[in-house]
């Protein structure tokens, strides 16, 4: 790649990441999307939660920004600093994903890990010459927030990484993140930045999509490394699962410049399917706690009529 490119695809970033904040808005999944089947919805016609005790403010985090949505109508029922621009550290590889599916050279491919894959940052799970599928690198990816793999996921693709970049930021245009930029597929940079609106959008694209769904909602997996037997048991960073949050899908975060990110879809008790999303939590822990405190105080501030509705019939 020339001096002269490289130059201008910089231009070009720059002048994607000084584009002002938008309003969350439900995307159309069907017309985005081809590889998507579903929509994982139980209503025909699902109606926006409604409040409880109008008096409730919200909640205290010690994220930076946040947010919670109702996963059936998009509907966002709480919202801290919606628009603040902030580093978004690993929630980048959910982006990383559907850039891979975009252009998938198919599940068994073979890859091996070359020198030239390695970042600083994280626990080393693979390692020069090892050989794994694509699949494996995927699950890598998004289970453990591997870096290695998702910079040899990239690399599978063919795509120069500067190139697999550019489509990332193209994808993020399609979804109408116009406060998003990427500089690299891992997160490790602080210059991949966003939006709490916009990770929203990220989100709901990547956790609808029936492949990076069923990744993210694994606590534990393992895979055997081809040429040398190698087992690598992935236990998900997520600490949500296990706990008392009944998780359907998550992706961590962290990084000194992005603090504390995480993003679940979990299921309260009478079904209700509730999106949570935070940026900037104080320390790698803090982010857990305040995805907790989000999703219990939505749902004990808002009820869902269809599903009131529904359960008076059955």
């Known amino acids: 790649m020339s001096f002269w490119y490289f130059v201008l695809n910089l231009g070009i970033l720059w002048q994607l990441v000084s584009v002002p904040g938008v309003v969350l808005t439900t995307i159309d999944f069907d017309s985005e999307l081809n590889r998507i089947s579903y929509l994982d919805q139980e209503l025909v016609n699902p109606v926006a939660p409604q409040k409880i005790i109008n008096d409730s403010l919200g909640v205290k985090l010690s994220a930076s920004s946040a947010l919670s949505m109702d996963w059936e109508t998009g ?26 599916l975009d252009f998938n050279p198919g599940w068994d491919k073979v890859v091996t890990i070359r020198e030239s894959d390695y970042r600083e940052g994280g626990r080393f799970y693979l390692f020069k ?85 069923a990744v993210v909602g694994t606590q534990e997996a393992g895979y055997n490394i081809i ?51 935070v940026l900037g939590s104080d320390d790698h822990y803090s982010r857990f706690n305040d995805v907790k405190a989000l999703l219990q105080w939505t749902y004990n501030n808002f009820n869902w009529p269809e599903k009131i509705i529904e359960e008076e019939y059955e």
């Open 129 to 213: 010459g090892e050989q794994l599928t694509t699949q494996d690198l995927f699950r890598s990816t998004l289970i453990v927030s591997d870096n290695n793999a998702a910079v040899a996921l990239a690399r599978s693709t063919d795509l120069f990484l500067e190139d697999f970049v550019l489509k990332m930021n193209e994808k993020a245009r399609q979804l109408d993140m116009m406060s998003t930029v990427f500089i690299e597929p891992t997160g490790l940079h602080a210059g991949n930045v966003s939006t709490i609106n916009d990770v929203a959008k990220l989100v709901q694209a990547a956790f609808v999509d029936p492949d990076i769904r």
């Open 75 to 100: 509907s966002v029922l709480w919202q801290k600093e919606a628009d603040q621009k902030q580093s978004i550290a690993s929630l980048t590889k959910l982006m990383t994903a559907l850039v891979w």
């Open 227 to 277: 040429n040398t037997g190698r087992f690598n048991r992935l236990v998900s960073t997520n600490q949500l699962f296990g706990s008392f949050i009944n998780v359907l899908a998550g992706k961590t975060g962290y990084s000194d410049e992005a603090g504390g990110c995480l993003a679940v879809l979990g299921e309260g008790e009478q079904g209700q399917k509730v999106l949570a999303i």
